[in-house]
T-cell receptor, first 113, second 108 residues
Framework: DQQVKQNSPSLSVQEGRISILNCDYT??????FLWYKKYPAEGPTFLIS?????DKNEDGRFTVFLNKSAKHLSLHIVPSQPGDSAVYFC????????????FGTGTRLQVFP | NAGVTQTPKFQVLKTGQSMTLQCAQD?????MYWYRQDPGMGLRLIYY???????DKGEVPNGYNVSRLNKREFSLRLESAAPSQTSVYFC???????FGQGTRLTVV
């Protein structure tokens, strides 16, 4: 039972345009959400996070939006750059067990010139 | 500043062999994790350790054991390797999960 889902395995975006990566979750107890970026042959690296008390968090070109009622979050990258080409994972944890971080299946983003 | 260090980086095992994957972190984190990454499956949590002396099962613990040797080290053991355990294994530590470089394991 996949508690964190990324339904788009891949996304292709032109350089300079917006990339929107989506993530859905089923566990209503999740209250902290994170995005990671992964390049081939490397470990994932933390990108940005959001807690359930907020509906938006911004860090430079990256913004994460959270819609608790829909159990949905999204990562916006504006403007997209070729160096953003990677696999993006969303992850979630619950307040009752912040140490148990559950990941989605990932979305491969390709940014082309 | 090493962060999270995993050894080995690559390993080939025969079915039934055992091995231990090592992980060490130098960031003084309480929590540590072991994940496996498989195509189309994302990152799945095998075991985690909230603090020194405690370990808990994740989503896919069968066939694995772990030891939290001290605050720095968290090892993952395969007692009798199976082809289904062919995967890339990642160790991570900390609340926002700093990851190591991964161990690519092939079981033949």
């Amino acid at each position: 039972d996949q508690q964190v889902k990324q339904n788009s395995p891949s996304l292709s975006v032109q350089e300079g345009r917006i990339s929107i990566l989506n993530c859905d979750y089923t566990n209503s107890m999740f209250d902290y959400f994170l995005w990671y970026k992964k390049y081939p042959a490397e470990g994932p690296t933390f990108l940005i996070s959001i807690s359930s008390i907020k509906d938006k968090n911004e860090d430079g070109r990256f913004t994460v939006f959270l819609n608790k009622s829909a159990k949905h979050l999204s990562l916006h990258i504006v403007p997209s750059q070729p160096g953003d080409s990677a696999v993006y994972f969303c992850a979630a944890s619950a307040a009752y067990n912040t140490d148990k971080l559950i990941f989605g299946t990932g979305t491969r983003l390709q940014v082309f010139p | 500043n090493a962060g999270v260090t995993q050894t080995p980086k690559f390993q080939v095992l025969k079915t039934g062999q055992s091995m231990t994957l090592q992980c060490a972190q130098d960031m003084n984190h309480n929590s540590m994790y072991w994940y496996r990454q498989d195509p189309g499956m994302g990152l799945r949590l095998i075991y985690y350790s909230a603090s020194e002396g405690t370990t808990d099962k994740g989503e896919v613990p069968n066939g694995y054991n772990v030891s939290r040797l001290n605050k720095r080290e968290f090892s993952l053991r395969l007692e009798s390797a199976a082809p289904s355990q062919t995967s890339v294994y990642f160790c991570a530590s900390g609340y926002e999960a700093f990851f190591g470089q991964g161990t690519r394991l092939t079981v033949v």
